[in-house]
């Protein structure tokens, strides 16, 4: 990465963690005027910041005042960038339907995952936060959904996610929707253990992981 854009990264993320709204503001703009990828941006300077800030709570650096402030410049940046991503908009379009599962309502990083996954080129249904396992399976069934994607930022919800896929079990549609689950508390062996399809550990990485289940699934379509 050259040295400026490597710079306004840091500069961007920065400036959540700084709280510093115009700044995030300027920076978003800058990134448009130097022709810098915006996805990328949104990943390694607001993602990236947010992390940080997250962290600075869990360290009692920062409360919850400052982390709202945070996530305030977080939002203005995406307003900025969001409208130049490059969106890959060929061929027919992979449905997610995503959300935070009943309990929680940390939608942040669901929301960065959605904006990520849009400029992929999925067509994604985002139910929003504190959503009943079974409002996940009705919507995938209605639109026809090749990926549920669900999140969430606490231990006490995270059994939420394997109460959807044993709604997908007993209405005999598991092999027809793939789950791809995220946030905070989740892992691999978590993802493993529920019997979920993938678990990634960012929005990028979400991204990467949404594209091999939809192959996956295409490839199997193909041979059965
Ligand atoms: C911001 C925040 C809040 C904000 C939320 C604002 C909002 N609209 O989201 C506010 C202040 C409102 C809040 C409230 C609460 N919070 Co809070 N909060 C956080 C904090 C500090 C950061 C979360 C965040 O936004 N991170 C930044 C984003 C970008 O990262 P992310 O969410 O992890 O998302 C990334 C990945 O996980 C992944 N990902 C996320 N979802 C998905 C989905 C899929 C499918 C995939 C593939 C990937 C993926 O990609 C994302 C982007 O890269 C965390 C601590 C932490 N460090 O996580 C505590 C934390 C989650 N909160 C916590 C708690 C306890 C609460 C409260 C219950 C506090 C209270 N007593 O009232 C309430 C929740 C009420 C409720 N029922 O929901 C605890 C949870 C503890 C636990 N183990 O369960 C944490 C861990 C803090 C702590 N250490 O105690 N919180």
Redesign the pocket.
């Known amino acids: 990465m050259s040295k400026s854009k490597e710079d306004l990264f840091k500069n961007l993320s920065d400036s959540i963690v700084n709280m510093d709204e115009e700044e995030t503001v300027a920076l978003s703009k800058q990134v448009i005027l130097e022709k810098i990828d915006a996805y990328e941006a949104i ?1 390694q300077g607001l ?1 990236n910041g ?2 940080r ?3 600075l ?2 360290d009692e650096e ?1 409360f ?1 005042p400052e ?2 402030m945070c ?1 305030d410049a977080m939002y203005a940046g995406l307003d900025v960038l969001k409208p130049h991503i490059k969106r890959d908009e060929e061929g027919e379009k992979h449905k997610i339907v ?1 959300g ?1 599962v009943e ?8 929301n ?2 959605k904006i990520m996954l849009e400029t992929d080129g999925f067509h994604v249904f985002d139910l929003g ?2 959503i009943p396992p079974k409002q996940f399976v009705d919507k995938a069934k209605e639109v026809g959904a090749d990926i549920i ?9 995270m059994e939420g996610m394997s109460e959807v896929i044993r709604i997908l079990k007993r209405e005999n549609i598991r092999n027809s929707v793939k789950v ?7 892992s691999q062996s978590f993802a493993d253990k529920i019997g979920a399809d ?9 991204v990467r ?1 949404a594209r091999r289940l939809t192959v996956s699934s295409e490839v199997l379509a193909t041979v059965l």
């Open positions: 990943d993602s947010m992390e800030a997250g962290k709570y869990e920062y919850i982390l709202l996530s995503i935070v309990g929680d309502t940390h939608d942040i990083g669901k960065l995952v936060r504190d994607a669900l999140s969430t930022l606490m231990t006490t919800t791809m689950i995220g946030g905070g508390p989740i993938g678990y990634s550990v960012n929005a990028a990485e979400a992981l």
